[in-house]
Every structure is written in C-alpha cells, then in structure tokens.
C-alpha cells in the first residue's frame, strides 16, 4: 500500500497564479484533511472531509476550496495565489472511529 | 475553546539522555491523544496514541507516553536517545464523539548532541 501521496511535492507560483493539489489514499478511509504548516505554528486544518461528496471548513480555509468527488482522492485548490498561502501543504486520512491519521509526505508551495 | 500546549519550542538533549516532551491540553472530557513526530523534510508519523484504559502506553521507536488525567498532561518519555531521534514532535487531541478533527500542538523541536 501506497498509504496517502501528494502532487506535486514542490511548486512554484506568481501572486494571481491558480493550483490544484492532489491527494490520494489507498486505505478506503472515509476521512481526508488539508493542513498547513508553517514555522512555530504547527499544523492547521484548512479543510476536511468525512466522505465522498462532502466537505466542511476548518481553522483557515480563506482563498483554498476543496473537492472530494471520489472517496480516494481529496484535492485542494488556490484560485488566487497570495505569498501568505506560501506554507508546506500536507493531506491526511482517517477511519471514522478514534480520528488515527495517516500523512502523506507534504507538498512546499512558494509564491512569488 | 480546546486547545493544545507543548510550554517547550525547542529542547537539546546528549545522545542517551533521558527525554520527556511536555504536553498538556485543556478540555473538559477525556480525549484522544496522540503523539506524532517529524523529521526533516517528511511527513508526520505517528508514535503512538491513548483512547483508554491502561494510562502508559507504549509506541514505535522505544518511546513511550503517560496519561495523567489530574494534570490534563500526556508527556512522552524515551529512556535513552539516539541521535536519529533528532526531529519536531507533535502532541495532538481528538476530543472524540462528532468531532472529526484533531487540535494541534506547535511542536517541540528536539536536537539531540553526540
């Protein structure tokens, strides 16, 4: 099992510029998030999912939206680059019971 | 609000020190904790986890962590550190039921001399 992947694993955008990323799970879990990462601020939920079609906003969701149209992917977008979303992006999923999640390995977004 | 404390942003211990990474959360039920470290450059792996029962609970990596339900505190201790433990740890609540997220602590960074 490849657990949860992310493309791309670095990016570079302009300000204005749009992007999405990709996460994908082969674990059949139902739950899938979006967090950023950023120094001395830990990790915070941007976005998550608890399935297939559904989406709900978390701690910081301004300027990303999100899609989750089949359970095993979950993709992130910026319609509008700003610096401030320059941040390590990192996608996770989860079993319904006790929330146990499983990390890819990041994504590192600059903008310009 | 539900929140997470690690009161240590960075610590420095000599290979085969003993180590205890503080954690401490405020809410008022019993929640589910987990301790999640980073090394550089990669994703977070998880280290190990408390839902209930025995309060020590033993993780990968020879580390292990105890609930102390009194202090709200979940502190993970290794008795001896290896320098590939050099990483950010992460202490993180789940306050179970509905909520299907989890809260964050900032991280402790931990370098580890020779």
């Known amino acids: 099992n490849a657990g949860v992947t992310q493309t791309p694993k670095f990016r570079v955008l302009k300000t204005g510029q749009s992007m999405t990323l990709l996460c994908a799970q082969d674990?059949?879990?139902?739950?899938m998030y979006w967090y950023r990462q950023d120094p001395g601020m830990g990790l915070r939920l941007i976005h998550y999912?608890?399935?297939?079609?559904?989406?709900a906003k978390g701690e910081v969701p301004d300027g990303y939206n999100v899609s989750r149209l089949k359970k095993q992917n979950f993709l992130l977008g910026l319609e509008s680059a700003a610096p401030s979303q320059t941040s390590v992006y990192f996608c996770?999923?989860?079993?319904?019971?006790?929330?146990?999640?499983?990390f890819g390995p990041g994504t590192r977004l600059t903008v310009l | 609000a539900q929140s997470v404390t690690q009161p240590d942003i960075h610590i420095t211990v000599s290979e085969g020190a003993s180590l205890e990474l503080r954690c401490n959360y405020s809410y008022g039920a019993t929640p589910y904790l987990f301790w999640y470290v980073q090394s550089p450059g990669q994703g977070l792996q998880l280290l190990l986890k408390y839902f209930s029962g025995d309060t020590l609970v033993q993780g990968i990596k020879g580390f292990e962590a105890e609930f102390k339900r009194s202090q709200s505190s979940f502190n993970l201790r290794k008795p001896s550190v290896h320098w590939s433990d050099a990483a950010e740890y992460f202490c993180?609540?789940?306050?179970?039921?509905?909520?299907?997220?989890?809260?964050f602590g900032k991280g402790t960074l931990l370098t580890v001399n020779p």
């Open positions: 999912s608890v399935g297939e079609g559904t989406t």
């Open positions: 996770a999923s989860s079993r319904p019971s006790y929330n146990e999640q499983f």
């Open positions: 674990m059949n879990h139902e739950y």
């Open positions: 993180a609540v789940d306050r179970g039921g509905s909520n299907y997220k989890l809260t």
